[in-house]
């Protein structure tokens, strides 16, 4: 029973240490993206939820049609939020955060300008992936701290039964 619980420890603490070797590319992905991508304001044409059929039942995201200028050229494009969900309402509660006529700060990225991002900055919206990934890693080393500990309060127990 011990060797099992630890393995599943070393298990848990495996899983969260490749986790944890992911998501620090998501960080400098997003930071070099605030830090190297030009800013411009961008205007929605459209804010409206789409639907995607699973097997598990719909899923849910927020699709913006936008324009802004770059270089004094209309650059035109159309953005998915990357984060789908079960829940219509929030989506659209998102959607309803960008009407059409609003103006919001995005970047773009100098090398293809249809590549851009919604409300760029130092906030839990845009760092969603990296946040996610470390709070993924967090869980599975305490779940394994918590199977290794026990493994080891059940061998220290059967160690004092029979002596």
């Known amino acids: 029973m011990t060797l099992f619980l630890r393995m599943l420890g070393a298990i848990c603490w ?6 944890l070797v992911v998501a620090p590319p998501a960080y400098r992905q997003q930071y070099r993206i605030l830090k190297t991508w030009p800013a411009a ?22 699709e913006l049609r936008f324009a802004f200028s770059v270089d004094g050229r209309p ?8 984060h789908e969900s079960t829940s219509r309402e929030r989506k659209e509660k998102q959607a309803a955060r960008y009407p059409v006529g609003s103006r919001h700060q995005i970047r773009y990225n100098p090398a293809d300008v249809s590549d851009v991002r919604i409300r760029p900055g130092y906030n839990p919206e845009f760092f969603v992936v990296p946040v996610f ?10 779940t394994g701290a918590i199977f290794w500990g026990v493994a080891v309060l059940f061998r220290r127990r059967a160690t004092r039964i029979t002596t």
């Open 41 to 62: 304001q961008a205007e929605v044409l459209s804010s409206r939820v789409i639907q995607h059929s699973t097997k598990s039942g719909p899923l849910y995201a927020t």
């Open 14 to 19: 495996l899983i969260a240490v490749v986790v």
């Open 133 to 142: 990934l470390s709070g993924v890693a967090l869980i599975f080393a305490a």
């Open 75 to 82: 650059i035109s494009g159309e953005y998915v939020f990357p």
